[in-house]
């Protein structure tokens, strides 16, 4: 079939470059030239298709051409002796298994003068007749596909071996580029069936391009253009791909780059698995991506690329785009910082910047840093002094200037960690304090391009709903080096991308902007007030806690727990109290809820949230409404009451916090909520009972979100029923705080085996389990 045709104007490309081409082409506004046309006719072969064999069992006979009437005897087809052999087809010839008879030696390619069905008079079925000097051998197979797919396969093998040789020695490059045409031709018309039979050609140009660096760049585009039939379904083999780099950054603005390329690097990230097996292919389609840029439009053809490869819907229909072009941002953003990353051999290392560098002579020779420190028993004594004297840490090398101050608190800090072999978090490696971070990265005008290209792109990616929570986990564990970390330029375009992410109401994608485990910062505190990204007086801190129609996104969800505040109390209760002084109704409602769940304990501290919130019109409203609630709470917690409670079917949330309201029930131990239509949401009331031992929610839709909150408070529950519940493991795994268990029951939950021989381990006054009707039973 001819899908032939010329330039831009194939109007037979495939499917999914015709949008992107022909968009780029208006938007550049001119014809990027000088390239030839880019698609040439497409011969496909009809009929029986094979499998390239490497080997098989066959029959093997020799004839020698006779020479006297004695061999003519010998050669009779009544005499003739057919041998059995295990026949290999390698690179440069014909041999056998087991070397013996016929085959003793075996039969170059460059020797076989000819391939050809055996059409004598009354000749035996099925057999091939390979015409070598002085003699003719036969083989005969035991059918007539496999004498087919043998027949097929040794003209294959004969061909590329005859290519390797003419193309390993060019002459004159206008036969060269001849004989590639036709070698092209070959493998599209060829009924071989195998990922070789397209790699092959390609690998034969690879090595023929890297060994012959006097090329021309007309030469360059002829011999692309030439092979991109055969990219149209194989990725480029790994000296191509340095090949078709070289190209992409020497004439980004060819033809050829946009015709040819752009096919070849969609099919890259559609289909590609790992970048670490094929590293060259990240790159260039990387080089692919800055010549996109270097166009007229810039960043608006590559905005056309990136909405080419998500597709006109709200669903990418291609799971692998999305992780292969983050992993190629990367990888140009890391290769952005590569120079001062590469200096960290001889610079000090984090723990040295953090608890005193070794001496001068420890280090290795050439030094590119220079650490100027005070001593650990200086930094001692002047932790204590009364004076809140500020001390500085300067590391300076040719273009990394690093220069932090530390208050009396931050020396503590350091201190105690005077002699600590753990390699500090993220935020400790920056030396970030609150007081005053700066660190200014001067990149090369080439580095700022690619850096400023690849950070809108995953300004782009985070613009998608749908890659929208792949991309944040992806990000999660912060993938940038330290030194991007520190570079203002790069955290303030990223910033975009974070902000998307804490605005999205899906708990996926916000969840992932806190650390993935204890002990790791995640973009949550790197954002925050005093993190060495904030540059903003905690706007985006704000935004990330930020309400939805007055409800909170974050700590509406899983994170409105101690922990979570506890940490804000711990490590950003300033920053909170400063925004909240400026008004700002986050950090208001945070204050409350410190105040609510009594986070605080210090006296001082807690009289000047109070008197932070009353500065303000909201803080002043938030805080009278939460002294009624704790006057509720009280009056709900006043001994007295009943100590059982059933409420009856079909009730409410609505229903049981009228009823919590309606007096004391300090006394309340046992209370049945089975078979009535309470959610996750009734777990705010229950929690504020604090002599309840047994709560039974069978049948309910009581989730997982409802266990997690009833964990942190309810630490005295003996009894919990949980039957018929849509509980599953994220909820059930909470339950291991809850010491005091002795009943459990999860009949006719999602529970897993897994989780069931964690909560065994995990509560030892657990007697009674009933988990029927589960994975665990």
């Keep these: 079939m001819d899908l032939g045709g010329g330039g831009g104007s194939d109007p037979r490309q495939i499917e999914e470059s015709k949008p992107l081409l022909g968009e780029m082409s208006a938007v ?46 010998l050669t009779a087809k009544f005499l003739r002796r057919w041998e059995p052999h295990h026949l290999a087809l390698a690179d440069a010839g014909l041999a056998s298994a087991t070397p013996t008879g016929y085959m003793e030696n075996s039969i170059s390619y460059s020797a076989i003068e000819d391939v050809q069905l055996l059409s004598w008079e009354n000749a035996p079925k099925y057999c091939l007749q390979l015409t070598v000097p002085g003699g003719t051998v036969l083989l005969q197979a035991a059918n007539s596909y496999l004498r087919d797919q043998w027949f097929h396969s040794l003209q294959w093998k004969k061909k590329i071996y005859k290519y390797k040789k003419v193309l390993s020695n060019p002459s004159r490059w206008e036969v060269v580029l001849k004989e590639i045409r036709t070698l092209v031709d070959m493998a599209l018309t060829s009924p071989l069936q195998d990922d070789s039979i397209h790699q092959a050609p390609l690998e034969i140009v690879s090595k023929l391009l890297s060994e012959n660096n006097s090329l021309t760049t007309q030469d360059h585009e002829s011999i692309i253009v030439a092979i991109a039939p055969l990219l149209e379904n194989n990725h480029p083999p790994p000296d191509l791909c340095e090949f078709f780099c070289k190209h992409c950054r020497e004439r980004p603005r060819s033809m050829v780059v946009i015709e040819v390329f752009t096919p070849v690097v969609q099919r890259i990230l559609k289909h590609n698995m790992d970048f670490g097996k094929c590293p060259r292919l990240r790159l260039f389609t990387q080089e692919y991506i800055l010549a996109l840029n270097e166009l007229n439009a810039g960043m608006e053809v590559v905005k056309k690329f990136i909405h080419s490869m998500h597709g006109p819907t709200g669903q990418c229909p291609h799971p692998r785009v999305l992780p292969n072009l983050v992993a190629v941002c990367l990888a140009a953003i890391y290769s952005c910082y590569e120079e001062f990353i590469n200096s960290r051999d001889n610079s000090p290392s984090l723990k040295e910047i953090r608890n005193g560098c070794q001496q ?101 990616l985070s613009d998608y709903d749908d890659w929208r929570p792949a991309l944040a986990s992806l990000l999660q ?28 109401p899906r708990q996926e994608v916000h969840s992932c902007l806190l650390s993935v485990r204890a002990g790791k910062d995640g973009w949550f505190q790197l954002y925050s007030p005093g993190g060495v990204a904030c540059d903003d007086d905690g706007e985006l801190f704000a935004s990330m806690v930020r309400v939805c129609n007055n409800v909170h996104i974050l700590m509406g969800s899983c994170y409105k727990t101690k922990k979570f505040l506890l940490s804000l109390a711990e490590n950003k209760l300033g920053p909170c109290m400063l925004l909240a002084l400026r008004g700002n109704q986050t950090m208001v409602e945070i204050l409350c809820l410190m105040l609510e769940y009594n986070i605080i304990d210090n006296n001082d501290t807690q009289l000047q949230i109070i008197s932070t919130l009353e500065s303000t019109d909201v803080g002043k409203r938030m805080y009278e409404q939460l002294c009624d609630r704790q006057r509720e709470l009280k009056e709900l917690q006043r001994k007295g009451g009943p100590t059982r409670l059933t409420l009856p079917s079909k009730s409410t949330d609505a229903d049981l916090a009228r009823l919590l309201s309606s007096g004391s029930f300090g006394n309340l131990e046992n209370l049945s909520l089975a078979f009535t239509n309470v959610t996750s949401a009734c777990a705010e009331h229950l929690i504020k009972l604090p002599s309840l031992k047994q709560l039974n929610l069978w049948s309910t839709q009581f989730g997982d979100a409802g266990l997690r909150l009833l964990s942190e408070h309810l630490t005295m529950l003996q009894v919990l029923n949980l039957c018929e519940t849509p509980v599953t493991d994220a909820g059930l795994l909470a339950l291991s705080s809850m010491k005091s268990l002795c009943s459990l029951n999860m009949n006719s939950t999602k529970l897993s085996a897994d989780t069931y021989e964690d909560l065994k381990a995990k509560l030892p006054n657990l007697k009674e389990v009933d988990v029927r009707y589960t994975e665990a039973w």
């Design 28 to 73: 550049d506004g001119q014809r990027l030239g000088g390239a030839a046309p880019c698609r040439r006719a497409l011969l496909h072969c009809h009929g029986m298709r094979y499998k390239l064999l490497q080997e098989g069992d066959i029959q093997v006979c020799v004839i020698r051409h006779p020479r006297t009437f004695l061999s003519k005897i």
């Design 477 to 504: 564990p912060i993938p940038f080096p330290k030194e991007a970390l520190a570079h203002e330029k790069f955290t303030k375009e990223l910033k975009y991308v974070i902000q998307r992410f804490a605005e999205d």
């Design 360 to 460: 001068q002579c420890d280090r290795k020779p050439n030094l590119p840093l220079r650490l100027l420190h005070t001593s650990p028993d200086l930094v001692s004594q002047e932790v204590a002094l009364t004076e809140s004297r500020l001390k500085s840490v300067i590391v300076t090398s040719n273009e990394i200037h690093v220069e932090v101050e530390r208050n009396n608190t931050a020396n503590q800090k350091l201190t105690a960690n005077v002699g600590n072999d753990s390699e500090p978090n993220l935020i400790d490696c920056l030396m970030v304090s609150p007081t005053c971070s700066t660190m200014s990265i001067e990149l090369s005008a080439q580095a700022d391009r690619i850096l400023g290209c690849y950070v809108e792109i995953l300004k782009m």
